[in-house]
């Protein structure tokens, strides 16, 4: 369960990352947009995962919320039901409405620390991520890449995760997450609006079920 849960964060930590780094490199470059606290960002994904010694990839599709400094959202709607709850608490899972999963922070020490570089990265500082990553920006008038790879291999927080390559020209397109084992991820995100923080009443009961 933690292998699957950290998909979701590793994306959401290379969106954070994309969307806050300095004004500075943005000249003659594709600007991806800010997300600032108060808004949100809501879209659909369609996932890909590449897994050793199986020979088609096993493929998903659903919808995401992301709500800086308060948690990601993550719904599978193909091929079944669920529900994944990122906060500063720890992490939930949900299959087909019922609780399959709950880890507090406080049990994972490695998901806190992998929390506070994404939520230094959303809030404006970018700058923690280079206490994880190497961090290589790419940038051109119409498309940017960010590859971030481990500065620790035995780093437990990124369970194998050798390298993370996002790309988009203003919000995040892609995500291609690499594991030392060969296995390999890519999420490609489409329909999304970025605008006031709205959640409903059931995405907050999620993230209140997550409280610290």
Not at 74 to 79: E, I
Not at 83 to 101: F, H, K, N, S, Y
Not at 143 to 159: C, I, K, M, S, V
Request: proline fraction near 8%.
């Amino acid at each position: 369960m933690k292998r699957r849960a950290l998909l979701p964060l590793a994306l959401a930590l290379g969106l954070a990352q994309a969307l806050t780094l300095p004004g500075a490199a943005w000249a003659q470059q594709a600007r991806p947009q800010l997300l600032r606290p108060g808004e949100e960002l809501r879209g659909r994904f369609t996932q890909e995962r590449r897994l050793q010694g199986f020979a088609r990839p096993l493929r998903s599709a659903g919808d995401f919320l992301l709500l800086p400094g308060r948690g990601l959202i993550w719904r599978g709607q193909t091929p079944f039901a669920s529900t994944l709850v990122i906060t500063p608490g720890g992490i939930l899972q949900l299959l087909d409405g019922r609780e399959a999963m709950r880890l507090p922070a406080a049990r994972a020490p490695g998901l806190g620390r992998f929390y506070e570089v994404l939520a230094g990265a959303m809030s404006g500082d970018p700058s923690q991520l280079g206490q994880v990553f190497n961090v290589d920006w790419q940038a051109d008038a119409a498309q940017w890449r960010l590859l971030l790879t481990p500065l620790r291999g035995d780093d437990p927080a990124l369970a194998g995760i050798t390298a993370i390559q996002v790309s988009g020209a203003r919000l995040v397109e892609a995500v291609e997450v690499r594991k030392a084992n060969g296995d390999a991820d890519l999420m490609l995100f489409s329909a999304q609006v970025a605008g006031p923080a709205a959640p409903d009443a059931a995405e907050q009961a999620l993230l209140r079920q997550l409280a610290p």
